[in-house]
């Protein structure tokens, strides 16, 4: 069965540098990958996805990732990070070819500083 | 305007209270899920359906039952609410294997 980690509970970062939230994920077959972010007493807002293609992928928001086949990692980025940025993100993993069924990661809770 | 949503947005009810979430989508999805949701924590599928008709248990074990007559409409249900239910639950609904999930706004349950 399909997996996903988020390996970092909290990332905090100052308004206007570079922001990394990582994922890592297991399947069997090939995955489809996806980012979402929640913001407070709302629903998962979908961010961007990857199926096949350019490994650097582009979202809302300013939002990109990059799909590392090697390292089994798709890590979402942002050149300079806002502090409405700040929210809680998700990534999540279909395996395509097996029961199609999409798995959450546990969320990283993301803090941009002024 | 294709959307997902759903209601109540927040609910506070006594103990052994019977319930219903609604959730309703206009997309015309075959797919819809229900997840729980501790604040802040991650998401515990509960209750999916790939149609009408169709329901299924999820991972995480729960008490509360769901139903699927119609395509755009996914109700879950529970007979006796109790406080270890208190919790948000959110709705999502996907059509394509390659589509992602959307989400409604979720459904903030408070039992006392």
């Known amino acids: 069965a399909q997996s996903v980690a988020q390996p970092e509970d909290q990332v905090n970062v100052a308004e206007g540098n570079p922001l990394t939230v990582k994922c890592t994920y297991s399947?069997?077959?090939?995955?489809?990958l996806f980012w979402y972010v929640q913001y407070p007493n709302r629903g998962l807002q979908f961010l961007l996805k990857y199926i096949t293609g350019d490994n650097l992928v582009k979202g809302s928001y300013g939002f990109e990732a990059e799909f590392n086949k090697s390292q089994t990692s798709f890590h979402l980025k942002k050149p300079s990070a806002l502090v409405s940025d700040s929210a809680l993100y998700f990534c999540a993993v279909r395996d395509i070819g097996n029961n199609n069924d999409m798995r959450f990661g546990a969320g990283t809770r993301l803090t941009v500083k002024p | 305007e294709a959307d997902i949503y759903q209601t109540p947005r927040y609910l506070v009810i006594g103990t052994g209270k019977k319930i219903t979430l609604e959730c309703s989508q206009t997309?015309?999805?075959?797919?819809m899920y229900w997840y729980q949701q501790d604040p802040g924590m991650e998401l515990h599928l509960i209750h999916y359906?790939?149609?009408?008709?169709?329901?299924e248990k999820g991972d995480l074990s729960s008490e509360s039952t769901v139903s699927r007559i119609r395509t755009e409409h996914f109700p879950l249900t529970l007979e006796s609410a109790r406080p270890s239910h208190t919790s948000q639950y959110l709705c999502?609904?996907?059509?394509?294997?390659?589509?992602?999930?959307?989400f409604g706004p979720g459904t903030r349950l408070t039992v006392l």
């Open positions: 359906s790939y149609g009408v008709n169709s329901t």
């Open positions: 999502a609904s996907s059509g394509q294997t390659l589509q992602e999930q959307f």
């Open positions: 399947v069997s077959g090939n995955p489809y």
């Open positions: 997309m015309g999805h075959d797919k």
